[in-house]
């Protein structure tokens, strides 16, 4: 069977990449819609309306706008905005969160894709809520590395035509402590109130690193890091996305440096623990726009439409 499938926002950073994917798939048939009409109300509701599972990489209010387009009961969407990534009626698109959530996305016609530092961040500290080692309390904390590609064109127009030297240096932000994806990072993670997180971005196009400091003193449960890393280790262990990478492991720095950039061009993401009896820290890393971005909303459509998960994504 040919699937028809639309990309609207396709001139954006995820919405080319998701092209890209795209591109290496048999068995669908991309849509597509003429520069001068990508804002056209009508020519992208009969776009919306035809396919049969749309991609919206677009800004919150032309994601709802997309959605309230749709007058049939065929056509599935998968947001890569913040505008559904809580809403009760859609699923959330992190296939690794819990053993029912494919099941979820694979029967739902209405999914969100997850933010970059979410994804990170839910991925690294729900299995130790959920498994009753951090209470749901738990007073947590992070912060973000990441490349500039995540902040879409304007960013990247910025950091790739200017010689200001301010772009040389990390630059922390959101510093007013509400960044959009606070309310994914509480809810997905069990967590009873958002963390207090400080993202950061670079000057280099793509990498995540998240970063998680703990506290075991704090925890409900006596564990050390090793045994934090041996829970996650456990949890994921099918995972193919998803890999624990051995306790402290020296053989995964660089002279002891973190080199953040090591799974950008896939849908991975390596998850190292680190620490001691009184200090731990958790790091995801991952492509800001692979599994942070595009990688996941291609893998969200492998699983709604039957596909094997990795297909396009190798």
């Given at each position: 069977m040919t699937y028809t499938i639309f990309v609207d926002g396709q001139e954006g950073t995820t919405g080319l990449q998701i092209h890209d994917y795209l591109s290496k798939i048999s068995n669908i048939e991309v849509l597509t819609i003429e520069p001068e009409k990508r804002k056209d109300y009508e020519a992208r509701k009969a776009l919306i309306n035809e396919a049969d599972l749309v991609f919206l990489c677009l800004p919150d209010s032309a994601s709802r706008e997309a959605v309230s387009m749709l007058s049939n009961?065929?056509?599935?969407?998968?947001?890569a905005s913040t505008a559904f990534r809580t809403h009760p009626e859609w699923s959330y698109g992190l296939p690794e969160l819990n053993k029912n959530q494919r099941s979820k996305i694979q029967h739902s016609s209405r999914v969100s894709v997850p933010g970059c530092h979410a994804t990170g961040f839910i991925l690294a500290i729900?299995?130790?809520?959920?498994?009753?080692?951090?209470?749901?309390?738990?007073?947590?904390?992070?912060?973000a590395?990441?490349?500039?590609?995540?902040?879409?064109?304007?960013?990247?127009?910025?950091?790739q035509n200017s010689n200001r030297e301010q772009l040389f240096a990390p630059r922390p932000y959101a510093l007013h402590l509400n960044h959009k994806h606070l309310p994914e990072m509480q809810l997905y993670s069990g967590l009873s109130s958002a963390p207090l997180f400080t993202p950061i971005v670079g000057n280099y196009y793509k990498?995540?690193?998240?970063?998680?400091?703990?506290?075991?003193?704090l925890f409900t449960k006596n564990v050390t890091a090793r045994e934090v890393?041996?829970?996650?280790?456990?949890?994921?262990?099918?995972e193919?996305?998803?890999?624990v990478i051995p306790y402290d492991s020296e053989a995964y720095l660089e002279e002891g440096y973190f080199n953040l950039m090591q799974c950008n061009d896939t849908?991975?993401?390596?998850?190292?623990?680190?620490?001691?009896n009184e200090q731990i820290l958790l790091v995801s890393r991952f492509d800001n726009l692979g599994k942070g971005a595009s990688g996941a909303a291609i893998q969200n459509m492998n699983i709604m439409l039957g596909f094997d998960e990795s297909t396009g994504l190798q």
């Open positions: 009961n065929k056509t599935k969407i998968l947001d729900q299995p130790l809520i959920a498994e009753g080692v951090i209470p749901g309390d738990y007073p947590s904390t992070c912060y590395l990441t490349g500039y590609s995540g902040g879409g064109k304007k960013l990247i127009a910025e950091y990498g995540d690193a998240v970063c998680i400091p703990l506290f075991p003193r890393q041996e829970l996650l280790a456990a949890y994921y262990e099918d193919r996305f998803v890999r849908n991975n993401v390596d998850i190292f623990v680190f620490g001691h």
